[in-house]
Structure formats: C-alpha cells, structure tokens
C-alpha cells in the first residue's frame, strides 16, 4: 500500500474563546516521509496531529490525504479514515488492562468486518514478535513494563496495516534507553514498508531521526527543516 | 384473536407473556449487536472495574430480589392457607362471625365461641346426605399445641392413614399431629386455655396417652393433637355425648347427653349435597359456611391491598429503573477514557453504542439473574418463617408472575440502556482521550 501524500491548506483551528491555536497557511508532505513536530508545550503540536488525524475538525482549511480531505468527512467517515488507513500511538499507551498484549495489539478486530478480523491478528501477532513482544502475547498488559507496553500500542497501530503513523510523544514517559529502542523501532518499521510518519515530540533524539522537522510556534510553523 | 387466547393453556399464555415481556429487550439486543463483536471488550470493562460494577449487580439484585421474594411469597401464603382449608368442606357453628369460626375450627386459632347443642349436631348428623359430621372442641392445649376433641373419621378425613401407632379408640387416648411436641408412647394432662393464659392444673387428674401421628396436611392441625370429643367433655367435667354405661367413643351420640362443641365439620356424601346442606342449616340458631369461600372473601378484600401493593411494587420498580439509569450513566464516565481509545483508532460509533449497551446490559442481566435467585431465597427463607409462625404451610417457588415481572424489568432497563449508550457516543472525544 502506497502512503498516500499529505497536503494541508488555510488550516485554522480556535479555541472556543476564539483564540488560534493553529493557522497553516500550507504543508506538503509526500507520501511515505517522516516528520517530527516539535516546539515548545502549547505550540500546537497535538491539535496538530489530531486535526492530521481528525480526531479535531478545524474551523477553516483542508488536511487531504491522498485524494481525501479528512476535515470535510462525517465523523463516522473520519473514524473510519482513521481505521483504514491511520495507526495511531498516544503518549500512555492507553491500553486495556484487562485484556492481553494480543487482545490490545488486535482491538481493531472487534469492530473490524468479520472477513478482517483473523488477518488483523495474525498482524498483531507478527508486529508484536518483531518488537520483541512474541512470546508474551498471552501476558495482560498490566505485567508489562512503560516500554513494552508502548511497543503493543506500536503493534496496535501497526495492526490494521496503514500507511502512515501518527504518534503523539511516544517516549516521553520512557527511559532514554527505551525511548532509542523505541524511536528506532518506529523509525524501521515506517521505512520498510513505505509508511508514511509523523511524529509530536520533545524529544530531540528521536526528532532528528525523521526525514524532515516542523517546529511550531504559537500554532504556527515556525521552522521547517529537512534532514 | 381473543378467542384463540383463551383457547391456549395457562402455562402456554404464560409462557407468551414472558415471551413477549422479553422480546422487546431481547429484539433491541439483536439489533444493538447485529456484525458486532464487542463482548470482549466488555468483559474486559466489567473486570477492570470489577468491585463497582458487582455493587451495582447487587444493587439491581436486591431490588428485583425484593419484587420476587415479595410476589411469591404473597402468592404461597395464599395457596398454603387454602390449601390448609380444602378438608374443611363445611362448618356448621353456632350464630356469629364466620371469619371467627374459621380461624377457630381451620386454622386452630383460639376463641370463644357459643356452641351448637347436642340437639342440634344430632339433627345434622342424621340429616339425609351428611356423609360425616365431626364436632370439633377446642380449648386446651399442651405444650403449646392445641388439644382438640374430634373424632377418628375426622382423622382419618384430615390425614388420610396415620403415619405410626393406631388412632384413639378410648375416651383417655390421642393422636399426635405430624409436628406435635409429644411422640406416640407419651402420657400428657392437657392445660386449659392457651398460651400464657393455660392453667396448667385445670385438668389435674386426667391424662391422655399418644397412641398415632397423623401425616403430615401442611396446615395447623400437623402441630394439635387430637382426642376423643369424649376426653374433651370428660376432663371438663361434662357428660360423655352417650349414656351412661356406654363404653364407647364416636358416633352417633346422645343429643341427651352430649354436652355441645363449638364447631362440626359436614361433609356431604356428594359434594353438590354440601350447598344444600349449607342452605338447610343456614338459619337463625346456626350458621353453615364454606371455610374456602370465606377465604376467597378475605383474598377478594386482601386483593384490593394487593393491587395497591402492586402499583406501589410497581413504582418501586420504575423507581429502581431510574435508579438503574442514573447508575449505569455514572458508570460510563467510568469507562469514557477506553471509549475514547476505541473512537480514536476508528470504531465505528456504532460499535462503540453496542460496546455501552452491552456493558449495561451486562450489569442489568446479571443483576435480574441474581435477584431471580435472591428472590427465590428469600421467599423460601420468609416462607419458613411464616410456616414456623402460623404452622400453613407456605412453599413459596417462583412462578410464571415472577418471571414476568422480571422479564418486564429486563426490556425496560434494557431500552434505558439506549440513553447512556446514546450519550456516551457524544462525550467530547478528545477531553475523554486525555482523562
């Protein structure tokens, strides 16, 4: 699957004081690239991403993916953007304590089509076993350490095979050692299939492994370099 | 349509009321469901908040326990007091208060009472189509447990085949109720009166010896012990009912010289002859009257209590829905963050509805299922209760107006359950996400 190419245009989102916490006149990102946003807390960085993901729906512009403009999609549609063609990783995992690495790395399944179900385990399966996850499928999720369970919510999103990855700080909760490994992770997993990446994050090390950084600043960019 | 209704067997209506009591809920669940797989997930929702959530099955329990317990037991009580009455085909007493008499005669509840004459038992006992005619004299007690004079066809009538021994067959003899305190071999002096109020040594002098135990009938009487009518007017200090020099008990008596019983139980030899024997001695010296239809009389007026209890039952019931309702939209919130997860990486808002009402349908089944067995604990518990109390035996089981009430609960509750459901597909995604 081929990711698709993002392009962003007159974006503006507002607080419902009506202040902007986000106007981008134009991005182009082609498909398959990796991007860090970074800046200081506040810049805009998440309400970036989760316009990007169209978990926000923006006052103004258009966030198209591919032939797609997610901002002028239903929610159910956006939702099913999302399902599709989106993994998303969050900065604490959230996972179901309840429920095994397996059963969290798979939670797509449940609400997948019944024809999609066994493939989408057998991938979170196979994406837990190459994050060194294999043989702990069976375990809850409440047995695991901060970095492997950030690598089953990796799995998680990697499971419903889509093109591109969103990532909202991945390793801020994580040690420096875990967040390499993790960051490295990330990093081969999106550029062995032509994954499209795009990553939030303060942290400088994992950053500089994207092929390209947007630094924000007051919802705005305010750098943008390419590595 | 109607006809057809009618046509079918209780049970059979029964089981379409339930059938159709559930259906709603049952039908909305398929449709809540319909593609989806969310159990998974909602077992893992109610193991995650594992202590609140058997709260509220609890909760849900107790109050559906309560309606259960409550109905069936109304409902034992009722068919263990006319089952208790159904020997007594008909009394014959002297002028006054039919409730009295019944609870006097059926039920072994003591009170003073007139008595009908030797005169008169002889005329009923001769009557044409009287199969028997039993005086029942009550008065003493021993041990707690009524004394009453009466005969062995009453007995036998009563109980059917004694359980152990023999019955009486002297004036100084007794058959012991299945429960009675004394055992088959024992001599007792009868108090008289009841109570606190027996004395004790009324009767000193004068012993009666078990000889038989009755079976078990479910009613009073497995707690009195029977004797002679003859022993009864012997240790009073009356004539024997025969004259003198007679060394018998039972039928036929001396009208000279029997000294009166406050009741006599008439069965007629078929039982259409009972309602003329009713009308015949139905006039200004005696009256005669169905203990059963009394009964109904007091289940007619008991009914209109009962109707009000039923629609306070039933706001307490909708009461509880509400309640069920405001509970399982705090519980949401507990469960919003995972929610979100799920609305975050695509479910469909469908499956997130079914997720929700699943989850409350979880805690509403399991709490029905749990109050169905509490009830019918409970109503076995009271049921004991009252048996020990009033010696009617009560078996309160549960039954198809249980069933319905439950299955009623389950559909509304379940149909609530839209409105969480509803509103939790509508929490701000993103605030829920940060929780």
Request: glycine content about 10%; some cysteine; hydrophobic content about 50%.
């Amino acid at each position: 699957m081929r990711a698709p190419d993002l392009r962003v245009e007159g974006l503006r989102v507002q607080s419902r004081e009506g202040r902007v916490l986000l106007a981008i006149d134009h991005l182009a990102l082609p498909g398959g690239q990796s991007l860090a946003l970074t800046g200081a807390s506040g810049a805009g960085k998440s309400t970036f991403l989760h316009v990007l993901s169209g978990l926000v729906r923006p006052h103004a512009g258009r966030v198209i993916w591919g032939e797609t403009d997610i901002a002028a999609l239903s929610e159910d549609a956006r939702a099913a953007f999302r399902r599709d063609r989106l993994g998303l990783v969050f900065q604490d995992c959230h996972l179901f304590e309840e429920l095994s690495a397996l059963g969290n790395a798979a939670l797509a399944s449940a609400f997948a089509p019944r024809a999609a179900r066994a493939p989408i385990r057998a991938a979170a399966a196979r994406w837990l076993a190459g994050l060194g996850l294999g043989q702990a499928g069976a375990r809850p999720v409440d047995s695991f350490s901060g970095g492997e369970r950030q690598r089953i919510a990796v799995a998680r999103a990697l499971a419903g095979d889509p093109p591109v990855i969103l990532a909202d700080e991945p390793t801020a909760a994580l040690d420096r050692a875990n967040a390499d490994a993790l960051g490295a992770d990330l990093v081969r997993l999106a550029q062995q299939d032509g994954r499209g990446l795009i990553v939030v994050t303060h942290d400088a090390g994992l950053a500089v492994r994207m092929t390209r950084q947007l630094r924000l600043a007051d919802g705005r960019i305010a750098e943008d370099s390419h590595a | 349509m109607r006809d057809l209704w009618m046509s079918l067997p209780a049970t059979a209506q029964d089981a379409a009321l339930a059938l159709a009591l559930v259906a709603p809920g049952l039908l909305l669940g398929l449709w809540v469901m319909r593609g989806l797989r969310p159990l998974p997930l909602v077992g893992a929702m109610l193991r995650r908040f594992s202590w609140v959530n058997g709260l509220f099955v609890l909760l849900i329990a107790v109050s559906v326990g309560l309606g259960v317990g409550l109905l069936a037991q109304e409902r034992g009580l009722r068919q263990g007091s006319a089952r208790a009455a159904e020997k007594f085909d008909l009394i014959v007493a002297a002028p006054g208060s039919e409730v009295t008499v019944m609870l006097a005669s059926v039920y072994l509840q003591p009170s003073d009472m007139a008595l009908i004459t030797g005169a008169q038992y002889a005329e009923i006992a001769a009557t044409e189509g009287v199969a028997l005619a039993a005086p029942i004299a009550f008065g003493d007690s021993h041990a707690g447990a009524p004394v009453v004079g009466t005969t062995a066809d009453f007995v036998t009538h009563l109980a059917g085949p004694l359980a152990a021994g023999r019955s009486f067959a002297t004036a100084q003899e007794a058959v012991a109720g299945a429960f009675a305190p004394v055992d088959v071999g024992d001599s007792f002096t009868p108090a008289h009166g009841h109570g606190a109020m027996a004395e004790g040594d009324a009767h000193a002098g004068h012993a009666y010896t078990v000889t038989g135990r009755m079976a078990a009938t479910g009613s009073p009487w497995d707690r009195a012990i029977l004797v002679p009518v003859e022993g009864v007017w012997e240790v009073h200090g009356l004539a024997s009912g025969h004259a003198p020099g007679t060394d018998r008990i039972g039928p036929p008596f001396d009208a000279e010289y029997m000294p009166g019983t406050p009741a006599v139980l008439v069965r007629a030899t078929e039982l259409w002859g009972n309602y003329a024997l009713r009308s015949r001695f139905t006039r200004s010296d005696m009256m005669a009257f169905f203990p059963g239809t009394v009964l109904a009389q007091l289940h007619g007026l008991m009914r209109d209590i009962r109707s009000a209890m039923s629609l306070m039952a039933g706001l307490t019931q909708v009461l509880v829905a509400l309640s069920v309702l405001i509970g399982l939209m705090i519980l949401v919130r507990l469960i919003a963050r995972s929610l979100a997860l799920l609305r975050a990486i695509g479910a469909p808002l469908r499956f997130v509805f079914a997720v929700v009402w699943s989850y409350c349908a979880a805690l509403i089944l399991s709490g029905a299922a749990l109050g169905l067995a509490l009830g019918f604990v409970a109503a076995r518990g009271l049921s004991a209760l009252v048996t020990a109390r009033t010696d009617v035996l009560v078996t309160a089981g549960l039954g198809w107006p249980e069933l319905h009430l439950v299955a009623g609960f389950v559909s509304v509750t379940l149909l609530m359950a839209l409105l969480p459901a509803w509103l939790a597909v509508r929490r701000p995604l993103l605030s829920d996400l940060r929780t």
